[in-house]
């Protein structure tokens, strides 16, 4: 116990500041009125869901939890069931096998509910493409409100994606 | 020439590592798999090609990992009845390949075998086989429900609990049918394929530049491990040999991913057992290297930093100092942590004869990389065929015993620190020059083999090309031998153990789904 203790003073707080939301990020004009963004805003559940990534996003998500982003600080927090979420945030491209649990997991997600789309082939479906196996970019299975280009986006990308989708409450 | 081990008339292909080619008949298969077992020869990969460009049917082909080298054995197949007799009684881990390869080129094994599909759910009929060469790219077909045969386990109080695709974590989608007593598992079933997007059938359009990125997203986690594999492949296959410095480079960035892997595994492992101070240290550190990475090579995950000819970036004499020492202070904190794990009763207490793998079963299956070794199946490619940049380097093979969750964290930390020194001694050794050749063009037919010790194990690149383009490419994720060693693992253990044996062998989907 002394141990952890030590450590854990020794390195302190690593938390950096948060991004700006950014507008250019939408895809879609903003669906839900100010009065859910501003509840959302606040205390935001996700549900992550991987439609068909090659996991790169997925590091990057996990990245996104580290303490050094520590999104916990904004009242973000990620949770086990799309019934309990607010947002969904999707990695694509979306496979053809996944592309009926994404459509399910998006009706599973409880109204009013935001759609955010990660990496490259969520936005576009990448270098994978639209195939006999992929159904390309996610917005081609179900709604986003937001995108976020990148290779994978970094963890801050990430961050200020999720909160362009709720910034409009948050002002 | 023959192969050391076995009587067969071999014929060395050009490239970085020992590889072999030869032919048999379909008919002679099954006794050069039993010669080959008995001659301590695994099944690296197995997959299937339509050669009817090149006016004959089918093809099977197996990878055979012998002492000496590569075998990569071609096994021709009649266009009207593309069978032929299966081996998933020899090698046990060329079950889900043989099926795989049915769901996608349609050539089969004979009666007997498990006629289960696996790639293919839903997305396209049973008669539509994606990797033949009249497969019509631009057809869109309908989704049908998967109804896929799960084995069913009967008896008093036993019953079903069906998890995934989507999880409850942050993991890539797949389907686990456990079949439990109580909180006691009897039976776990996996159902994959889930993320196939048809990353073959996309190789097919490229241009051995293109391929190069694409081979870095078949898996993303291992994507220096895929695209070093890829570049081998197509240096062989197009006769050139990447500069010394360049193999040093490749050399520190397979580490780097090795390391940063590891760091956060060790991380989620210890937020799996409830000290959630190791997920917060672990990813603290991950996150520092994952930043130097970015600065140093222009990308957090080394994605493209590899490229067919050498590496895309140089790294200048101080930038390696200023690594070295920053993997210096970094070693300090992994062995203060590694002292807190191992004094920490309750985290102990859930590691220890967790998800046990024991070495006979485990050679027997096939399991590989890390967890191989944590159950002492002693292999790593790094050892067992020194080549350049690790010839000179003497890597040390980590191997313990146990095979339990405790196990597979202790070859973590121990591969973290041998990481270490090896970037140290690439850094120090690092030879001058060149560190990107052009690329040239394959001849008609050309082949090149890619077999990379990756850091979840043995990655396998192999190409067939022609000119400046991929003709067909097969590549190969250990997790296809391991997945199969995840369902003996969980036995008798209790449910809520299962994300902790599961995060121990950390398996990617993306790599077998293709």
């Known amino acids: 116990m002394y141990q952890i203790l030590k450590q854990i003073a020794k390195i302190g707080i690593v938390t950096e500041p948060w991004p700006h939301p950014d507008d250019a990020l939408r895809v879609s004009a903003r669906r839900l009125g100010d009065a859910i963004l501003a509840r959302f805003g606040r205390a935001l559940a996700i549900r992550h869901v991987d439609a068909g990534s090659c996991n790169g996003c997925e590091l990057e998500i996990h990245a996104l939890n580290s303490p050094f982003t520590n999104p ?100 | 020439m023959n192969l050391k081990e076995l009587p067969i008339e071999v014929e060395p292909l050009p490239g970085a590592m020992p590889v072999f080619r030869a032919s048999v008949a379909a008919a002679e298969l099954r006794e050069v798999c039993v010669q080959a077992r008995a001659r301590k020869a695994r099944l690296v990969a197995l997959w299937g090609t339509d050669d009817s460009e090149r006016g004959t049917g089918y093809a099977l082909h197996l990878a055979l990992a012998f002492p000496s080298g590569l075998l990569w054995l071609r096994v021709p197949l009649a266009r009207a009845d ?16 043989q099926r795989a390869c049915a769901d996608l080129v349609g050539i089969r094994p004979e009666d007997g075998a498990d006629a289960r599909k696996w790639l293919r759910h839903g997305a396209w009929p049973e008669d539509a086989y994606p990797l033949r060469r009249d497969f019509d790219t631009s057809l869109r077909h309908g989704q049908k429900p ?17 998890v995934g695709p989507v999880h409850a974590g942050t993991i890539e989608p797949g389907h686990f049918r456990f079949s439990i007593v109580g909180e006691k598992i009897l039976r776990l079933e996996e159902r994959l394929g889930y993320k196939h997007k048809g990353i073959e059938k996309r190789f097919e359009s490229m241009t051995l530049e293109e391929g190069a990125k694409l081979a870095g997203r078949v898996s993303g986690d291992s994507t220096v491990a895929y695209a070093w594999a890829y570049a081998m492949a197509v240096e062989g296959a197009t006769g050139i040999e990447p500069p010394r410095r360049a193999l040093a480079l490749r050399g520190i960035l397979l580490e780097l991913e090795r390391i940063a892997n590891h760091l956060g595994d060790l991380g989620y492992l210890g937020n799996d057992v409830a000290l959630s ?34 590496v895309a970036r140089d790294l200048p004499r101080a930038d390696a100092e200023g690594l070295v020492r920053a993997l210096e202070g970094m070693r300090r904190e992994v062995e203060t942590l590694q002292s807190i794990y191992e004094e920490h009763a309750g985290a102990q207490d859930r ?35 020194p080549v350049p940049p690790y010839q000179q380097l003497d890597p040390r093979m980590i191997s313990h015993t146990r095979g339990d969750v ?47 010790e990756g850091w979840r194990g ?3 690149i192999a190409l067939e090309a022609g000119g400046n383009r991929i003709h067909r490419l097969h590549p190969h994720d250990p997790s296809w031998q391991n997945w199969p060693l995840l369902e003996h693992a969980v036995h008798g253990n209790i449910v809520p153990d299962f994300p902790l044996i599961n995060k121990s062998f950390n398996l990617s989907y993306s790599g077998v789904d293709l």
């Open chain 2, 351 to 385: 590691f220890i004869m967790t998800g046990q793998v024991l070495p006979e079963l485990a050679e027997r299956l096939g399991l590989n990389g890390f967890a191989g070794r944590a159950s002492g199946v002693r292999r790593d490619l790094r050892v067992d065929y």
């Open chain 2, 458 to 460: 043995e990655v396998l």
């Open chain 2, 406 to 452: 405790a196990a597979r964290v202790l070859v973590r930390f121990e591969e973290v620190f041998e990481s270490m020194r090896l970037i140290e001694a690439l850094v120090q050794e690092l030879p001058p020059g060149e560190t990107r050749l052009p690329l040239a063009k394959a001849g008609s037919g050309a082949k090149g083999i890619g077999w990379v």
């Open chain 2, 277 to 310: 101070f190791g997920f917060s240290q672990f990813w603290r550190l991950k996150e520092e290297l994952l930043r130097f990475n970015a600065r140093l090579f222009g990308h957090r995950y080394l994605m493209d930093a590899i490229v067919p000819g050498g």
């Open chain 1, 72 to 171: 916990e600080q904004l009242g973000i927090k990620f949770v086990a069931s799309p019934r309990h979420a607010d947002l969904l945030l999707v990695t694509g491209p979306v496979s053809r096998n996944m592309e009926t649990a994404l459509r399910r997991t998006w009706e599973a997600t409880p109204d009013p509910k935001l759609v955010v789309a990660i990496g490259d082939c969520g936005c576009t479906g990448g270098i994978f493409g639209e195939s006999y196996a992929s159904c390309g970019r996610v917005s081609n299975v179900i709604p986003v409100d937001v995108a976020v280009p990148g290779c994978p986006p970094t963890p801050d990308a990430i961050l200020q994606a999720i909160l362009t989708a709720v910034s409009a409450g948050r002002r």
């Open chain 2, 146 to 162: 998967d109804r896929y045969p799960f084995v069913a386990v009967a008896g008093e109080g036993v019953h079903e609990i069906p």
């Open chain 2, 82 to 97: 593309p069978r032929y007799p299966g081996i998933a009684d020899i090698y046990p881990a060329a079950n889900r390949m």
